[in-house]
T-cell receptor, first 115, second 113 residues
Framework: GDSVTQMEGPVTLSEEAFLTINCTYT??????LFWYVQYPGEGLQLLLK?????DKGSNKGFEATYRKETTSFHLEKGSVQVSDSAVYFC??????????????FGQGTTLQVKP | NAGVTQTPKFQVLKTGQSMTLQCAQD?????MSWYRQDPGMGLRLIHY???????DQGEVPNGYNVSRSTTEDFPLRLLSAAPSQTSVYFC????????????FGQGTRLTVV
């Protein structure tokens, strides 16, 4: 079945360090891909998305490129801030004979940024 | 624009009690779903609905019941609470378009003692 695998956390970085959170997926067809962020005590909110191969999603300095050949959607940021400390979820939404709009999530990666 | 509203935010139940978690959205989305979030396990789909009158089971449906009488509302019922249902619950809604994201409520932190 369809699935998403994220790198294990937690990830601890110093402020202004470079961030990469790996995400790979397995899906039939061509999914849409999403990164969600969850700040402490809050719900999930969309960070960025890409809906077809080679698309790059970007928001708030974060970027991710939809790589069909490697089935990956790695999240990157050039210089993290303390305020980026959160849990990050990679997710996919697949086409199907019954397009239910269902999202499949990775297990989440906790990022802690220290001053 | 309220988005997705979940109530309550916190709840403590005794084993065997029942309760309903409320979820409402004002975006006229067809698709609504309930997830539970447990440490190290990401979000797991409990039940979902593709429209009023239509519901289906997700990955972890046991012990939960849902109904969808209107487009706006999608309550989740715990029939007889168990400690294993201690979790954070999220409701989400989206259109069925492949390109659009899901919108999440703020979550309900449930503790079953």
């Amino acid at each position: 079945g369809d699935s998403v695998t994220q790198m294990e956390g937690p990830v601890t970085l110093s402020e202004e360090a470079f961030l990469t959170i790996n995400c790979t997926y397995t899906a039939t067809g061509y999914p849409s891909l999403f990164w969600y962020v969850q700040y402490p005590g809050e719900g999930l909110q969309l960070l960025l998305k890409a809906t077809k191969a080679d698309d790059k999603g970007s928001n708030k300095g974060f970027e991710a490129t939809y790589r069909k050949e490697t089935t990956s959607f790695h999240l990157e940021k050039g210089s993290v801030q303390v305020s980026d400390s959160a849990v990050y979820f990679c997710a996919l939404k697949t086409h199907g004979s019954s397009n239910t709009g269902k999202l499949i999530f990775g297990q989440g990666t906790t990022l802690q940024v220290k001053p | 624009n309220a988005g997705v509203t979940q109530t309550p935010k916190f709840q403590v139940l005794k084993t065997g009690q029942s309760m309903t978690l409320q979820c409402a959205q004002d975006m006229n989305h067809e698709y609504m779903s309930w997830y539970r979030q447990d440490p190290g396990m990401g979000l797991r789909l409990i039940h979902y609905s593709v429209g009023a009158g239509i519901t289906d089971q997700g990955e972890v449906p046991n012990g939960y019941n849902v109904s969808r009488s209107t487009t706006e509302d999608f309550p989740l019922r715990l029939l007889s609470a168990a400690p294993s249902q201690t979790s954070v619950y999220f409701c989400a809604s989206s259109s069925q378009s492949m390109d659009t994201e899901a919108f999440f409520g703020q979550g309900t932190r449930l503790t079953v003692v």
